[in-house]
T-cell receptor, first 114, second 109 residues
Framework: DADVTQTPRNRITKTGKRIMLECSQTKGHDRMYWYRQDPGLGLRLIYYSFDVKDINKGEISDGYSVSRQAQAKFSLSLESAIPNQTALYFC?????????????FGPGTRLTVT | GQNIDQPTEMTATEGAIVQINCTYQ??????LFWYQQHAGEAPTFLSYNVLDGLEEKGRFSSFLSRSKGYSYLLLKELQMKDSASYLC??????????WGAGTKLIIKP
């Protein structure tokens, strides 16, 4: 079984709709992240969480919100989707911040907003 | 601002060697990572450098020069399965990863 899972894998929604992307992990990591990836751009950080009570905005948090329901679950919501939120969204986890601790990525959610 | 630069695309021949360069300007430095990403898939970790020099891991090696803000990923004995995008990322002073846009590597037989 995959260590980091995301649901749904693909989603098409209309402008103005509220949607939620979910992420679960079995790696036991405290740190979880949400990124979006657009063609020609690097991964951009939306939100990150160091534990259930610690949630932080990333580079591009406007239009998004998150919920850390448990150590293993981190959800991303688009309150009112707009077309420029069409992108590939990745959830990631890591064990620690400092040192050679890589981030482990989920398979991604391809979101299209029409 | 913070910036990571990589070539957009490179082409190489199966069995050959290719070097993918990455230059960075970040607020602080706490390590540099290389990831591989096949089309439509998740990035996967390849290497980590925090001290100057070369780190070798099988067919892949990664080099870092902190004074020059420069790294490269060296891939030897290229295989068709190495066709992918290669992402360079730097941890800044806040331990946030700053990502380059990636280099798409095309391997030709």
């Amino acid at each position: 079984d995959a260590d980091v899972t995301q649901t749904p894998r693909n989603r098409i929604t209309k402008t103005g709709k509220r949607i939620m992307l979910e992420c679960s992990q079995t790696k036991g990591h405290d740190r979880m992240y949400w990124y979006r990836q657009d063609p020609g751009l690097g991964l951009r950080l939306i939100y990150y969480s160091f534990d259930v009570k610690d949630i932080n905005k990333g580079e591009i948090s406007d239009g998004y919100s998150v919920s850390r329901q448990a150590q293993a679950k981190f959800s991303l919501s688009l309150e009112s989707a707009i077309p420029n939120q069409t992108a590939l969204y990745f959830c990631a986890t890591s064990e620690k911040e400092a040192g050679p601790y890589e981030q482990y990525f989920g398979p991604g959610t391809r979101l299209t907003v029409t | 601002g913070q910036n990571i630069d990589q070539p957009t695309e490179m082409t190489a021949t199966e069995g050959a060697i290719v070097q993918i360069n990455c230059t960075y300007q970040t607020s602080g430095f706490n390590g540099l990572f290389w990831y591989q990403q096949h089309a439509g898939e998740a990035p996967t970790f390849l290497s980590y450098n925090v001290l100057d020099g070369l780190e070798e891991k099988g067919r892949f090696s990664s080099f870092l020069s902190r004074s020059k803000g420069y790294s490269y990923l060296l891939l030897k004995e290229l295989q068709m399965k190495d066709s992918a995008s290669y992402l360079c990322a730097v941890k800044d002073s806040n331990y946030q990863l700053i990502w380059g846009a990636g280099t798409k590597l095309i391997i030709k037989p």
